[in-house]
């Protein structure tokens, strides 16, 4: 089985967790979905379940008249690379692509007061995204168990993410000079 990307087992996922897409019902389900952890851009949406279908992973419904969409469904060989995927307990390294952790690793460079205002806005920024999840956590239909237990998981997670980042930021604009690194304070 050739090796998946993150964003091809995006797409088997959604498709196992949903039924038949198109790549436009992909983009809706990434958006109220992963989108918060994994952004996928809208324009691939278009082109990743081509190389899934080459596999055979997933079977295209194209219509030939009308407005041409294209419906993807999960083969049973789908499911098994999802299964097989779901049941690796190992996964690549995370990648943090954050900028404002470029500008702190530079900030000796400039005006001591810009690491304050960037403290302050980031952390404003993660307190948005920290009501985010748990708004979202909040909104979980109870009725709807494996999912519910799926995305409390997931929101669980995010909600700490968040929170650290809160209190790091907020640590760092209350206290600049702060040489206290051992405990990440």
């Known amino acids: 089985m050739a090796e998946l990307s993150p964003p091809e087992c995006v797409v088997l996922g959604l498709t196992a967790r949903h039924g038949a897409m198109t790549p436009y019902g992909l983009k809706a389900r990434v958006e109220e979905s992963v989108d918060y952890f994994w952004p996928v851009p809208h324009a691939q949406l278009y082109r990743i ?13 194209a219509e030939h008249t009308g407005r041409r969409r294209r419906v993807f469904h999960l083969t049973d060989e789908g499911r098994t690379a999802l299964n097989q995927w779901l049941a690796d ?12 952790q470029l500008k702190l690793f530079f900030a000796d460079l400039g005006d001591p007061a810009d690491v304050v205002a960037l403290a302050r806005e980031r952390a404003r920024r993660h307190r948005h995204w920290l009501e985010v999840h748990r708004s979202l956590r909040a909104g979980l239909d109870p009725s709807d168990r494996t999912r519910l237990v799926s995305r409390a998981r997931i929101l669980k997670l995010g909600i700490l993410h968040e929170q650290a980042y809160v209190d ?4 760092l604009a209350a206290d600049p000079d702060s040489l206290d690194v051992a405990d990440g304070g």
Do not use: I, Q
């Not at 190992?90 to 954050?98: F, G, I, K, L």
């Not at 790091?168 to 640590?171: A, G, R, Y």
């Open 89 to 100: 307990p190992h996964a690549p390294e995370p990648e943090t692509r954050d900028p404002a």
């Open 49 to 61: 379940p081509a190389r899934p279908a080459s596999l055979g992973l997933l079977r295209e419904e």
């Open 168 to 171: 790091s930021w907020e640590s």
